[in-house]
């Protein structure tokens, strides 16, 4: 199986369909709205600033998925 690289450009929809396992750690941080509309038109980058999230503690999480 091919190793899926995370980055903070990719969209919450992009991330979800890769990796729908992200779910449980981005509403750990507060990020309700993963399923939401606008997560398909959202970056991570994006959601962090909306949310006021850190995003290289996230991207450091999303890492070890």
């Known amino acids: 199986m091919e190793?899926?690289?995370i980055n903070?450009?990719?969209y919450l929809g992009e991330l979800m369909e890769l990796k729908p396992e992200a779910a449980y750690l981005?509403?750990?941080y507060g990020m309700?709205?993963?399923?939401c509309p606008a997560s398909q038109m959202e970056t991570?980058?994006?959601a962090?600033?909306?949310?006021?999230?850190n995003l290289d503690k996230l991207m450091?999480?999303?890492?070890r998925l």
Request: glycine content about 12%; aromatic content about 0%; proline content about 0%.
């Open 3 to 5: 190793d899926i690289k």
């Open 26 to 28: 981005l509403m750990s």
């Open 60 to 63: 450091s999480d999303l890492e």
């Open 32 to 35: 309700g709205c993963i399923g």
């Open 44 to 46: 991570i980058e994006e």
């Open 48 to 53: 962090c600033m909306v949310h006021g999230i």
């Open 8 to 10: 903070k450009d990719m």
